[in-house]
């Protein structure tokens, strides 16, 4: 890096010459060695996934979980430095549940976005502090239904002041990603660390805007995904963890949850098989040398 | 001569004796809830051999005025416990914004655990025994129903005091004096429970809803009724109307400004 040796990069908040916060760069470095976060918003809920490299064979199989529930509605997974990911969801938990102690409602996932964005950004200000090591990826449902306030006992009236429209409906899927600088934005597919850029180019052939693909789908795309961004560090064994949220009538009931053990294996092998298929495409030599999965 | 500011204009104590300093106070003492404002009646609740049945009407009364009549006083908190609470609504409001984000936190870890009526029906006792001891009690007695950690049917009490008590069918508010007596015939012991079938426990609690409807001035005939069992999880209806209602007693009761035979 040319920037190393001039001086604007030994402190937080400072500028170089040309505009550039070098400590924040830094912080993305640091995300972009992280496992790969995947992040799908289907017609009908959204899907996390996480590649979860295996450092020790003396690790749990299933035990430290990285993708995170914030609220009922809200999942978080990030990559990058873990503690400060944990840190992170603490914040956005306290952020959640101080909206739902103010308005007696569950956060927006807009404006959720919105206060970690403000509190990433904070910490690109001040000499004191680093910024996040993190890229986070947050997906939610936001209720379609007019939702009871907490704590509501009766319906209300049925029309005129105070009453209900017939038929309105707001809500849906919501995907955000939000990087080191605090910036954030909402989307379709999102990827972040180290398999990013082969996770990215898989996401835009799934042609999300179209808004066509179902949640079921979504959580085997996402799976695939996964494997496919592994590709690149396969020496390295991983784990997949992958969690979902559907609307109030889906599968999870507006809740974020892990996608269930079986589905979670399905989406696996169909992963593994599809890697083969494409390990087959490519090494057509009359060897016909695959890989062992 | 006095230049303490509270003593201007005011009559001299040497002329006039000791001025009364409580006009002074600029706020009166600070109190808590003296009585409920706006209440719900009774709950009602047996277990049976695979679970607990439990109901409400869904009334809620300001004094003697029936002021709001679709009121849910079966708050569910996940598939296998449900509260049922009779007494101030606007507590009842706080509990269940309490147990609402005792529900977010606890799912907070995906441990694959969730808290079954036993923990919450402790949980709601510790809630309401700190705040009878801060002397602000939150003016309600509840009843827990669903299943205990071996699935097992679970159904207790907890009060305005913090006091527990459990047994194999129980009532709050008037149901305790119209309702247990009637209940008790179905199971007085809790041996007794293994014997009694899902519908034999719900027309149980349908009856009784009936006698308080007849009996109790604050009540109503719609009424909101549970069940939790580990097959079926939470069945919650919310809107239900009381069914084969005859007034024909009302011809035979004397009292209350009546003084001639019909």
């Given at each position: 890096m040319t920037s190393i040796g001039t001086g604007y990069d030994l402190q937080n908040s400072v500028f170089s010459p040309d505009g550039r916060n070098f400590q924040v760069e830094y912080a993305v470095k640091a995300v972009e060695n992280g496992g790969t976060c995947v992040g799908i918003r289907c017609k009908d809920g959204v899907v996390l996934a996480v590649e979860?490299?295996?450092?020790?064979?003396?690790?749990?199989?299933?035990?430290?979980?990285?993708?995170?529930?914030?609220?009922?509605?809200?999942?978080?997974?990030?990559?990058g430095l873990i503690p400060d990911g944990r840190h992170f969801v603490s914040r956005a938990r306290d952020e959640a549940a101080s909206w739902r102690s103010t308005y007696k409602a569950p956060i927006p996932l807009a404006a959720l976005a919105g206060r970690l964005g403000g509190y990433v950004q904070a910490y690109t200000l001040y000499s004191s502090v680093r910024p996040f090591g993190v890229t986070a990826i947050v997906g939610g449902w936001d209720s379609a239904g007019a939702l009871g306030v907490d704590g509501q006992v009766g319906s209300g009236p049925s029309a005129g002041a105070g009453g209900k429209i017939p038929g309105a409906k707001a809500g849906g899927p919501a995907l955000y990603m939000i990087e080191p600088s605090g910036s954030y934005w909402g989307y379709y597919g999102a990827a972040t660390g180290k398999g990013r850029q082969t996770a990215k180019s898989e996401l835009e052939k799934l042609g999300l805007a179209s808004g066509n693909l179902s949640l079921e789908?979504?959580?085997?795309?996402?799976?695939?995904?996964?494997?496919?961004?592994?590709?690149?560090?396969?020496d390295k064994e991983f784990e997949l963890e992958m969690s979902w949220i559907s609307s109030m009538d889906g599968p999870t009931k507006g809740r974020h949850q892990e996608v269930p053990k079986d589905m979670l294996e399905e989406a696996e092998k169909l992963a593994k098989t599809a890697l083969e298929g494409e390990?087959?495409?490519?090494?057509?030599?009359p060897e016909g040398e695959t890989m062992e999965e | 001569m006095n230049h303490l500011p509270q003593a201007w204009g005011r009559p001299r104590d040497d002329v006039y004796g000791p001025y009364d300093a409580s006009y002074l106070q600029s706020r009166l003492p600070q109190?808590?809830?003296?009585?409920?404002?706006?209440?719900?009646?009774?709950?009602?609740?047996?277990?049976?051999?695979?679970?607990v049945v439990i109901a409400a009407d869904n009334?809620?009364?300001?004094?003697?005025l029936a002021r709001f009549t679709d009121v849910k006083r079966l708050r569910p908190f996940n598939s296998k416990s449900i509260v049922g609470i009779g007494g101030d609504v606007s507590d009842m409001q706080y509990l269940d914004r309490l147990l609402n984000s005792l529900d977010v936190t606890e799912n907070y870890s995906s441990t694959g655990h969730s808290l079954n009526a036993k923990n919450l029906h402790t949980y709601l006792s510790k809630v309401m025994y700190k705040r009878r001891s801060d002397i602000n009690p939150l003016w309600n007695q509840m009843l827990v129903a669903g299943l205990d950690g071996n699935d097992e049917p679970f159904l207790s009490s907890v009060d305005l005091l913090g006091t527990t008590f459990s047994s194999p069918t129980l009532a709050t508010g008037f149901g305790a004096h119209l309702a247990q007596p009637l209940l008790r015939k179905v199971a007085d012991d809790e041996s007794k429970v293994a014997d009694i079938t899902?519908?034999?426990?719900?027309?149980?609690?349908?009856?009784?809803m009936k006698v308080l409807f007849y009996r109790d001035a604050r009540s109503l005939d719609r009424y909101s009724i549970a069940v939790v069992t580990k097959e079926g999880g939470l069945e919650l209806k919310e809107d239900e109307q009381l069914e084969g209602q005859s007034w024909a007693f009302a011809e035979t009761i004397r009292g209350y400004g009546r003084t001639q035979e019909a």
């Open positions: 979860k490299i295996i450092t020790s064979k003396l690790l749990k199989p299933g035990a430290n979980k990285k993708i995170a529930t914030v609220d009922r509605n809200v999942g978080i997974v990030s990559s789908a979504g959580v085997k795309e996402a799976a695939r995904i996964i494997y496919v961004a592994h590709e690149d560090s396969k390990d087959e495409e490519e090494t057509t030599a | 109190t808590h809830t003296q009585s409920p404002i706006v209440t719900g009646t009774s709950v009602l609740a047996v277990k049976f051999k695979d679970g009334l809620a009364s300001y004094g003697s899902r519908e034999r426990a719900v027309e149980a609690v349908k009856e009784c």
